[in-house]
C-alpha cells in the first residue's frame, strides 16, 4: 500500500520561489543566543537596582537623590535600564518577524520598534543626567 503524502498536513519549506532560501540559516540561533545572554547579563544588574532603589525609599526625596547621585548606583541602573531596552528590542523584533505576514507592515512596525528604543533610550540618559548635575548641584549648596 502507498503512503498518501496528502494526508500528511501541509508541508513547509525554507525554499521560496526559484530555489532561494528565506532568510538566513544563523539568523534565528543569534536572535536566541543575544536574548539569553542579555537575560544573563540583566538578572543580577536588575537585582542590584532593586536594591539600590530600596535603600532610598521611605526617607523622603532627598535621601533617594543621595542614593541615586552616587556614581556606582547611577551606572547600575542606567546599564539595566539600556540592556532592558536592549532586551526588549530583540523580543518585539522576534514577534513581528513571527507574526506580521507581509513585508511593508512588517517594515514600518521594526522602524516604529527602532524609534521607541531609541527614544526612550535618549529619555533616560537625559534623566540620568540631569540627576547627576542636580545632584552636583545640590552638593555644592551644602
Same mark, same amino acid.
Given at each position: 500500500?502507498?503512503?498518501?503524502?496528502?494526508?500528511?498536513?501541509?508541508?513547509?519549506?525554507? =525554499?521560496?520561489?526559484?530555489?532561494?532560501?528565506?532568510?538566513?540559516?544563523?539568523?534565528?540561533?543569534?536572535?536566541?543566543?543575544?536574548?539569553?545572554?542579555?537575560?544573563?547579563?540583566?538578572?543580577?544588574?536588575?537585582?542590584?537596582?532593586?536594591?539600590?532603589?530600596?535603600?532610598?525609599?521611605?526617607?523622603?526625596?532627598?535621601?533617594?537623590?543621595?542614593?541615586?547621585?552616587?556614581?556606582?548606583?547611577?551606572?547600575?541602573?542606567?546599564?539595566?535600564?539600556?540592556?532592558?531596552?536592549?532586551?526588549?528590542?530583540?523580543?518585539?523584533?522576534?514577534?513581528?518577524?513571527?507574526?506580521?505576514?507581509?513585508?511593508?507592515?512588517?517594515?514600518?512596525? =521594526?522602524?516604529?520598534?527602532?524609534? =521607541?528604543?531609541?527614544?526612550?533610550?535618549?529619555?533616560?540618559?537625559?534623566?540620568?543626567?540631569?540627576?547627576?548635575?542636580?545632584?552636583?548641584?545640590?552638593?555644592?549648596?551644602?
Amino acid at each position: 500500500m502507498a503512503k498518501d503524502n496528502k494526508s500528511a498536513g501541509p508541508r513547509y519549506s525554507v =525554499f521560496g520561489p526559484g530555489g532561494k532560501l528565506f532568510g538566513k540559516s544563523q539568523e534565528g540561533a543569534h536572535h536566541w543566543w543575544m536574548q539569553r545572554v542579555i537575560t544573563a547579563i540583566g538578572l543580577p544588574l536588575m537585582i542590584a537596582s532593586i536594591l539600590i532603589i530600596a535603600c532610598g525609599t521611605g526617607r523622603g526625596p532627598v535621601r533617594m537623590l543621595e542614593v541615586l547621585s552616587r556614581p556606582w548606583a547611577t551606572i547600575i541602573i542606567g546599564a539595566t535600564a539600556f540592556l532592558m531596552i536592549a532586551h526588549m528590542r530583540h523580543a518585539v523584533h522576534q514577534i513581528l518577524e513571527d507574526y506580521v505576514p507581509t513585508k511593508k507592515p512588517r517594515y514600518i512596525a =521594526f522602524m516604529m520598534n527602532e524609534a =521607541f528604543c531609541v527614544v526612550v533610550a535618549l529619555m533616560i540618559a537625559y534623566a540620568m543626567f540631569k540627576l547627576s548635575v542636580l545632584s552636583a548641584f545640590i552638593g555644592f549648596m551644602k
